[in-house]
């Protein structure tokens, strides 16, 4: 791995970071801009209220973490019932036959 360790923690650290930049912009657009001093208004942007824009975007994001802690669930369920997945049947060394997952 180029970089050893400390590259991987580094690409993750600046992966991350992208990251939460990119939710706060997306969530509360003109949270960066008003970091740099710049003016920012959803209304000239989007044409909507400050208050319509946050609804709609705070409520898109519950819908889909609703979405994956009910996929979440369902996939927890199936664990606790031992349904990890398919079962393989691989042939061992001497002919004889293991099952593996």
Known sequence: MP???AG????VIITEAFVVVTV???????A???VFGQSYSI???WGVSRVFF???????????ITVGLAFWALGE????????????TVPGPAGDESARQ
Request: net charge positive; glycine share 14%.
């Open 77 to 88: 369920r199936k664990r606790r019932a031992g349904l990890l997945g398919i079962t393989v």
């Open 3 to 5: 970089g050893g360790q």
């Open 8 to 11: 991987a923690w580094l690409a």
């Open 43 to 45: 209304r000239s942007s």
């Open 32 to 34: 960066i801009n008003a």
């Open 54 to 64: 946050e609804w709609v975007t705070l409520g898109s994001l519950a819908v889909m």
């Open 24 to 30: 706060v912009t997306l969530l509360w657009p003109g």
